[in-house]
């Protein structure tokens, strides 16, 4: 749980205003002042859950893409091995957006709409540092690539 309290954590900041939440995805220079240590718990739950709930999307999803495609690229017979990589990326790849796409997109509309539920627009501030909360994100991103092209290396290198 240490990383889940390390990337909610970024989302917080002491300001001039007071504590400040910094939501991922919301404009770079909005925050929104906490009033209490009561409703800085709740966001922080809030935030757990989702940050849950997207690793658990990305992870298990391309688990399951994987498996599938691979289900998928077997029962298939290719002629020329630039065509089997090509049709093999393809399939891998609309896997993956399906599975993980429709959830992921989702989970991101029911994140947005619950913002609105724990802040007040009269408690919006503008914070004037960078944000640190979008880290992660690259990271995640980073890592999505390098176990895409993981995958795609092992497809490749397998013994048929």
């Given amino acids: 749980m240490s990383l889940l309290d390390s990337i909610v954590g ?3 900041r002491d300001e001039k205003a007071g504590r400040v939440v910094v939501f991922t995805g919301d404009r770079r220079n909005r925050g929104y002042v906490v009033k209490s240590e009561s409703e800085e718990l709740k966001i922080r739950s809030f935030l757990k859950m989702f940050y849950f709930a997207h690793f658990s999307i990305l992870l298990l999803g391309m688990q399951v893409a994987s498996s599938w495609s691979s289900f998928l690229i077997n029962i298939q017979s290719f002629g020329h091995p630039a065509a089997h990589l ?7 790849l609309g896997i993956y957006s399906l599975v993980v796409g429709a959830p992921y997109f989702l989970l991101w509309r029911s994140y947005k709409k619950a913002l609105l539920g724990f802040v007040s627009t009269q408690d919006e501030v503008l914070v004037l540092r960078k944000s640190e ?3 992660p994100w690259i990271a995640l991103a980073g890592f999505t690539v390098v176990v895409l092209a993981a995958l795609m290396v092992f497809y490749l290198t397998r013994a048929k």
């Fill in 10 to 12: 970024k989302s917080f």
């Fill in 133 to 135: 909360g979008r880290q």
């Fill in 86 to 92: 090509l049709r093999t990326v393809g399939i891998s």
